[in-house]
C-alpha cells in the first residue's frame, strides 16, 4: 500500500502512543478481575485504532476526501494537522493543538484519567475492608471508573475524530453500561439492603445536584 505522506506511515509511532497510554490507563485502573480487563481490552481497542488513523494511515481522510476538498479546498488534508476535523472545519486559523476543541480535548481526558484514578483508590479501600465503596467519587455516582473510560475516549474523539472511533464510541458505551449491571447484580446480593439504599440516591453515570453525600457510616 502507498503511504499517502510523510505526515503517516510512522507504525512506530502507533506503536509508542498506544502502549504509553494503554500503561498509562493500566497505572490508573489497575484491572483485577475478569470484567475489569474486558473493559480495559476494549479500551486498549479503541486507542490503537485511534493512533492507526492519527500516524499509520489516514483512512477517515481518505474515504471522506472528495467531500472535504470540495468543501474546503484550500486545506492541504493530507497534512498531519489536518487531521483534527473540527478545528479545520471551523475554521481555526492557528495551530490546531491551541484550538478549543484541543484544548476542550485534554481536559475530557485528564478528567478521565483523575476520576479513575481516585475512584480506584476508593474501591481499593473499600475492598479491603469488606464494605461497599460510597466514598470519595463513589459518593456522586455508582460507575466512576467506566465514566472515567467514557471521558477520556470522548476526548479523543473531540480531538481527532475518526470513523472507525465514532462508530466504536457507541458500542464501547454500551458494553460498559451492560458490565455495569453485572457489577450491580453482584454489589446487590453481597450487600443487600445497604446496596440498595445507596443506589436509590445515587446515580449510576451522571451526578445531579440532588445526589445526597452517600460516604456516611450507614452506607459503609
Given at each position: 500500500m502507498t503511504e499517502p505522506g510523510t505526515a503517516y506511515g510512522l507504525w512506530l509511532l502507533v506503536f509508542i502512543n498506544s502502549a504509553v497510554f494503554?500503561?498509562?490507563?493500566f497505572s490508573f485502573f489497575k484491572p483485577q478481575t475478569s470484567r475489569d480487563w474486558r473493559s480495559f481490552g476494549a479500551f486498549s481497542?479503541?486507542?490503537?485504532a485511534l493512533f492507526?488513523?492519527?500516524y499509520g494511515f489516514p483512512l477517515t481522510i481518505f474515504l471522506l476526501s472528495g467531500w472535504l476538498q470540495s468543501t474546503w479546498p484550500d486545506i492541504d488534508w493530507l497534512a498531519h494537522?489536518?487531521?483534527?476535523l473540527p478545528e479545520m472545519m471551523f475554521g481555526w486559523q492557528s495551530n490546531p493543538h491551541f484550538g478549543p476543541f484541543h484544548i476542550l480535548s485534554f481536559a475530557l481526558i485528564g478528567g478521565g484519567f483523575w476520576l479513575i484514578s481516585?475512584?480506584?483508590?476508593?474501591l481499593w479501600s473499600a475492598l479491603r475492608q469488606g464494605r461497599l465503596a460510597t466514598t470519595g467519587p463513589y459518593a456522586r455516582i455508582r460507575h466512576p471508573q467506566y465514566m472515567g473510560f467514557v471521558l477520556i475516549m470522548l476526548g479523543f474523539l473531540v480531538q481527532w475524530p475518526t470513523i472507525l472511533t465514532l462508530a466504536m464510541f457507541p458500542v464501547l458505551v454500551w458494553m460498559y453500561a451492560r458490565l455495569a449491571r453485572a457489577e450491580e447484580t453482584d454489589s446487590r446480593e453481597r450487600f443487600g439492603e445497604s446496596w440498595d439504599g445507596y443506589a436509590s440516591r445515587v446515580p449510576a453515570f451522571i451526578p445531579n445536584h440532588r445526589t445526597k453525600r452517600s460516604d456516611d457510616p450507614q452506607y459503609d
Open positions: 494503554i500503561i498509562f490507563a481497542a479503541f486507542v490503537v492507526t488513523e492519527m494537522d489536518s487531521g483534527h481516585v475512584a480506584w483508590h476508593h
